[in-house]
């Protein structure tokens, strides 16, 4: 099947002390390639768990993820990530870390130069490219790790709250990259963030989870990612139905954040 | 003691003369001039440098004033230099006493000259006497010797310069002490001042000129090159083969559990024994030749850079790696691409300590026993009492340390640019 098959999949942590936690327990979805999504819940619930498994960091203890039919064991450069902050390698310049997929894979340097320089393009680099990463600003660096995920032109991008060191403008600035490249490459992303306002603009759907056992809580399908593409977001965020849809998903975390503190407190 | 003292006051001085000439001089208008909070940030601490100029001018300074040197333009007293006298009295079994006088010639150590003449007139059974003595030493002044009936029983030395005295006490006179031997003798001790005797500790030209005449003719069959690039190439040898040893090991450390678990035992076994304790096995082992000094090095070395290395791997973050087996990276490329460039500032941190031991241990081991290296060179100077040779090997081995350390950094910043920026 064409895309990304996730099934019946659970995660247990066995912990020193003889106990243990259910990161995920039967997450099963289907995503269609090209497919953007955008994951919420709240923090503990599992969410890091369940890229890391896609990636083919870690191995579920029950289920399978499948891509475009073969089953995923480990990771690949089929499956693209983006992480927070601290996965550039500080001693190779922005074009060597962009670039750094492509030479893995032995391709001739005359022919990833294009690739390369075609992405600093589109994420805005194009003068930047003889400098050291660490010295450019944060909202920089994660362009070039957005273009480096792109050299190797995964199937899949997973990104696990790729904004989330940005301030407030640069983070805006990124979701609009964002949303254009995923117009631009077609590519199936999947990603994390703790920001509901940003999971509504940059999610075709949006899966809420729950934690203790990490579950899937509730799906969404939204039009503002396909709105927001080339257009000023903030417009987007006016649109019918933005804010009541993010006012119920608000509610629904703090609800769940709520019974977490509750039964936090009742275990004591 | 005095001379920490007066260390103490140079500072002090200097310390608020410098801050007032700088509140005086500068407004500056940098970044950390605006700071407002610089006490306890580390990156607002720059070395002042007025102050080390100072310090190093202070150092030569004192040691100049206290060893009479021509740089310093200042000294303390030296040591008394030329004639003086005093007078005794003496008392002849009659009981009669007479008076005479005693001419001193103080001289500096080691030059030749003749006591004094005697000036005439000298009447009475006691005869005026005259004497040359060193400085810093003291000399005996047979007086009776030459008087008359001095050598029978009875006749007594009683008085110097009018004062009385005793076998075993002494009388203060003009540039000096005068003390009477247990025997009844006189002993003249010349005033010392409190320069420093040239055996104790020459003066800067001397150690200057030292350094230029055995930097010509060398020193015991060898020049200085070849004492200090013995000494050099020891360490570079002894480090190479450490590092070469010591750095894989460390990866495998870092990457294997077998190896972690083979090696941490005898890494951390090793690691604080130090090297010095190290040389008499080697002696006994290996002989005193280059290769039981390359081993001793080695030895040095090895675990400094397998402890770095080691951290260097465990220090990657997991984001990196994770990140370059999503980009397709093969387990080698991991190891070459991200392992071992994450781990570069590590190590160089490792090889910055390791030549600075390796460095330190050389130099003991060349004092325990070698041909020659600059430990030698001042442990064999030290046998003759060749001091300035000594404290100019002991100057010549800071300077190499401290340009070893430089090189290092300059290395490090031009290889490792990276280094802490992660
Ligand atoms: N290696 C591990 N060993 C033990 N427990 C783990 C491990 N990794 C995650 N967990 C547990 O699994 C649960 C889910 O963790 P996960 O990191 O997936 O949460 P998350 O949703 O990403 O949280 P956040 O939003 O804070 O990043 C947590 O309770 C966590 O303590
Ligand atoms: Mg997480």
Not at chain 1, 62 to 86: D, H, I
Request: include cysteine.
């Amino acid at each position: 099947m064409d895309g990304l098959v996730i099934d019946d999949v659970s995660m247990r942590f066995e912990l020193p002390n003889g106990s243990h936690v259910q990161a995920l327990q039967n997450v099963s979805l289907n995503i269609a390639s090209g497919e953007l999504m955008s994951v919420l819940g709240p923090s503990g619930c599992g969410k890091t768990t369940f890229l890391n498994i896609i990636a083919g960091f870690l191995a579920p203890t029950a289920g399978k993820v499948e891509l475009n039919g073969s089953a995923v064991s480990g990771p690949a450069s089929e499956r693209g990530m983006v992480f927070q902050q601290g996965a550039l390698f500080e001693w190779m310049n922005v074009r060597d870390n962009v670039a750094f997929g492509p030479s893995m894979k032995k391709m001739a340097k005359s022919e990833s130069a294009g690739i390369v320089d075609h992405l600093l393009e589109t994420v805005g680099l194009q003068d930047f490219k003889d400098k050291a990463v660490y010295e450019l600003s944060g909202g920089m660096q994660q362009r070039v790790a957005l273009a480096r995920c792109l050299a190797n032109d995964p199937d899949v991008i997973l990104m696990d709250e790729p904004l989330g060191a940005l301030d407030a403008l640069t983070r805006e600035k990124m979701q609009g990259l964002v949303l254009k490249l995923w117009k631009e490459t077609g590519k199936t992303i999947i990603l994390i963030t703790h920001s509901v306002e940003e999971a509504l603009l940059l999610g075709e759907r949006l899966l809420v989870m729950a934690p203790r056992p990490g579950r899937i809580h509730k799906e969404y399908r939204l039009p503002f990612a396909d709105m927001g593409v080339g257009a000023d977001l903030r417009e987007v965020k006016k649109m019918d139905g933005y804010s009541e849809t993010r006012e119920e998903i608000l509610t629904m975390i703090w609800d769940m954040e709520e019974e977490i503190m509750g039964r936090a407190e009742t275990e004591q | 003691m005095i001379i920490a003292l007066i260390y103490a006051s140079i500072f002090v001085i200097a310390f608020i003369a410098v801050r007032l000439v700088s509140r005086l001089m500068t407004a500056r208008k940098d970044f950390t001039s605006l700071k407002t909070v610089t006490f306890g940030d580390e990156s607002a601490v720059s070395p002042d440098r007025a102050a080390t100029v100072i310090s190093v001018l202070g150092i030569f300074l004192i040691w100049g004033a206290f060893t009479g040197s021509a740089i310093a333009p200042i000294h303390v007293p030296g040591p008394f230099i030329g004639d003086t006298s005093f007078t005794y009295t003496a008392r002849n079994p009659d009981g009669q006493r007479d008076r005479a006088d005693v001419a001193i010639r103080v001289h500096v150590v080691g030059e030749d000259v003749e006591a004094p003449e005697l000036a005439g007139g000298d009447e009475g059974f006691a005869k005026n006497d005259s004497a040359k003595v060193a400085a810093w030493r003291s000399g005996l002044v047979r007086v009776r010797r030459n008087d008359e009936g001095g050598r029978e029983d009875g006749y007594e030395v009683v008085q110097v310069n009018g004062q009385s005295i005793a076998p075993g006490e002494s009388v203060a006179v003009d540039d000096g002490t005068v003390s009477m031997t247990a025997k009844g003798t006189l002993s003249f001790e010349p005033e010392k001042g409190w320069q420093m005797e040239k055996i104790w500790l020459p003066a800067p030209e001397d150690v200057w000129s030292r350094l230029v005449e055995i930097a010509s003719d060398g020193y015991r069959n060898f020049t200085l090159i070849e004492h200090l690039g013995w000494s050099l190439i020891r360490v570079i040898a002894g480090f190479a083969l450490g590092s070469l040893v010591g750095i894989p090991l460390g990866y495998a450390m870092g990457l294997s559990n077998f190896f972690r678990g083979w090696f941490d035992p005898i890494v951390e076994f090793m690691r604080p024994v130090p090297p010095l304790a190290l040389i008499p096995l080697v002696i006994i082992w290996f002989g005193i030749d280059e290769t039981g000094k390359i081993i001793l090095l080695f030895l040095a070395a090895l675990w400094i850079m397998t402890i770095a290395s080691r951290a260097g791997v465990s220090g990657v973050n997991i984001t990196k790696i994770h990140a370059a087996y999503s980009l397709g990276a093969s387990k080698w490329q991991i190891m070459r691409h991200v392992i071992v460039p994450n781990s570069l500032p590590e190590i160089f941190t490792g090889a910055r300590v390791a030549m600075g031991v390796c460095w330190g241990t050389v130099v003991a081991a060349e004092l325990v026993a070698a041909e020659k290296g600059a430990g030698q060179m001042i442990v064999a100077a030290s046998k003759f009492q060749l001091t300035d040779i000594v404290i100019m090997g002991i100057i010549l081995i800071g300077i190499i340390g401290y340009g070893i350390d430089i090189l290092m950094r300059r290395a490090e910043r031009f290889l490792v640019p990276w280094k802490g920026r992660s």
